[in-house]
């Protein structure tokens, strides 16, 4: 041991406190705001309108985990949702 600390060669691990609810929650609200900036720039047509819909509706679920944080499988399903938007923004703007 050196100065009283751990063994030579002995790993320390720190325990470090689990991410807040609202850490969790920004990737997804920045992934849907990003579909929705994307969506804007689209011309109008109803697929665009619906695209943009469904950005508002995603966006107004997760705001209200800031309150009463998901299970963990309900911020992945939002997530994979939010991935399926993005491939459907994509489609529409080639």
């Known amino acids: ?12 691990y720190v325990r470090r406190p689990s991410q807040s609810p609202a850490r969790k929650i920004s990737p997804v609200l920045d992934a849907i705001r990003q579909a929705l900036a994307a969506v804007s720039t689209l011309p109008e047509s109803q697929e ?13 679920i997760a705001e209200q985990w800031a309150r009463e944080p998901p299970a963990p499988e309900e911020r992945e399903a939002l997530m994979k949702r939010v991935l399926t938007l993005h491939v459907l923004v994509c489609r529409v703007r080639r």
């Open 1 to 12: 041991m050196l100065d009283g600390g751990s063994p030579r060669g002995a790993k320390e």
């Open 48 to 60: 665009v309108s619906d695209l943009r819909d469904r950005c508002l509706a995603y966006e107004h």
